[in-house]
């Protein structure tokens, strides 16, 4: 089960990783589903959005997310360490996709209402 | 070469703490990749690229993935070594002037002016360093009277070593220059001649003279002997002090004090970085020449400006730390 300790902590937004914000969404959408290690999530990622992230920067993001509290190391005893998302990062992806939901919502609206829905 | 063998070569872009925490598990990946793709110029780049930002960020100039007081720490080392690199070459381009002023005032508004601007950050960098040093030295005298010295005694002791090879070698061959600490006019120009003389002597590594060996060789041995070792011993003072920020731990309220010390250093930097180009774009060489700017000082500019850059990513890296430790 994901921790529930960092549930106190302040909450940190995607928005703030700044050009990292993309990656950190994917992995974090990634491990909305459970636990995955980096080959898993680099296969789940670029399965359902044909986005292949890169080692470098699937760690760089991995490091960055574990820093804020959003996802933790699970225990393993195999060299691939599995991830999962903490109770932080549920709420933080959360908020994320809610608001681009809206922005994506928004965005259909208005071309439906100029362009047509075809 | 095996995918396994790619991979460790690949992994030595990053550093020790990182490859110690991530290493297995980034290999493991990188294996798997390097099996599915065996030729890719852009996880290379990728792998490169994340490396270096690895190395910046234990060096508390980026991200976030450190312990915070661990990064604090980090920024902080890093600040006093872009801190010291800057003052390193802003004092020997100020000492020049100073040593100048000994003969002649300045017959140009922008280098007079420059002077002064130059002379008050010079003295506001020596009050920050005391203010900085004092909480260190407190806290590592503290730990090492209560028998806690693990650790703590060979960085002491190479600060001690080190201030004081600068002081004795600084006063030596401060003294030795007849236009300042020995000359009878000195104390005439804006600052004391022994001040500008002692950085002037302090600072005679940052020359020109070592893109010169013939005029060099003509230099005395002692001399040429100080050239040297006063780098090292500058290098020695700070890893020194270095050492002991990250071994001497500092309190969250210590580590937040000496980041907003850093803050200031970093608008103090500003201010002498702003003289020192009003002196060398609107300065007039002067009488006699004294206050000529040349091709050494334009370089000193650039490495001011990039030591004062990173200085302010330090700072800022280490509020950040500070404040995440609270």
């Known amino acids: ?118 | 070469m095996t995918p396994a063998q790619r991979a460790a070569r690949l992994l030595r872009w990053y550093p020790k703490a990182w490859r110690s925490r991530y290493g297995e598990e980034f290999a493991e990946l990188l294996i798997a990749e390097i099996s599915e793709r065996p030729r890719s110029p852009i996880r290379t780049a990728d792998v490169a690229r994340g490396g270096i930002v690895a190395r910046l960020a234990g060096a508390g100039l980026c991200g976030c993935a450190l312990e915070p007081s661990a990064q604090a720490r980090a920024s902080l080392v890093s600040l006093g070594w872009c801190v010291a690199i800057f003052t390193g070459f802003g004092a020997a381009m100020w000492s020049q002037l100073t040593i100048g002023w000994q003969w002649s005032a300045p017959d140009n508004e922008a280098t007079a002016v420059a002077m002064v601007v130059m002379s008050a950050a010079m003295l506001a960098f020596g009050v920050l360093a005391a203010a900085a040093a004092a909480p260190v030295l407190w806290s590592a005298g503290s730990r090492i009277a209560r028998g806690r010295a693990r650790g703590l005694l060979g960085p002491t002791a190479l600060v001690v070593a080190c201030a004081l090879v600068m002081f004795a070698g600084g006063t030596h061959f401060g003294n030795g220059w007849p236009g300042t600490g020995g000359h009878p006019w000195a104390g005439q120009g804006l600052v004391p001649g022994g001040v500008a003389a002692f950085s002037w002597a302090s600072t005679l590594w940052v020359s020109s003279y070592w893109a010169h060996p013939g005029a060099l060789a003509s230099f005395p041995a002692a001399e040429l002997a100080w050239m040297a070792s006063s780098p090292l011993a500058v290098a020695g003072l700070v890893g020194g002090t270095a050492a002991l920020v990250r071994r001497a731990e500092l309190s969250p309220r210590v580590l937040g004090f000496e980041a907003r010390l850093g803050t200031a250093a970093c608008a103090v930097m500003a201010v002498f970085l702003g003289g020192c180009c009003a002196w060398i774009v609107d300065g007039g060489p002067g009488p006699r020449n004294l206050f000529h700017a040349g091709a050494i000082d334009a370089a000193g500019v650039v490495v001011l400006a990039i030591a004062f850059l990173a200085a302010r990513q330090a700072a800022r890296m280490a509020r950040a730390g500070t404040a995440r430790a609270r």
């Open chain 1, 1 to 118: 089960m994901p921790s529930r300790e960092s549930a106190r902590e302040p909450e940190p937004a995607l928005a703030g990783f700044g050009r990292y914000a993309g990656p950190a969404t994917l992995i974090l959408a990634s491990l909305a589903d459970g636990a995955k290690h980096g080959y898993a999530l680099t296969k789940d990622i670029e399965s359902f959005s044909g986005v292949r992230l890169a080692p470098g920067t699937l760690y760089e993001a991995l490091a960055r997310l574990q820093g804020q509290g959003l996802i933790e190391p699970v225990e393993s005893h195999d060299r691939r360490r599995p991830y999962q998302l903490t109770a932080v990062g549920a709420r933080a992806l959360r908020a994320h996709l809610d608001a681009q939901r809206k922005v994506a919502d928004l965005g259909l609206r208005r071309l439906a209402s100029s362009w047509g829905t075809a």
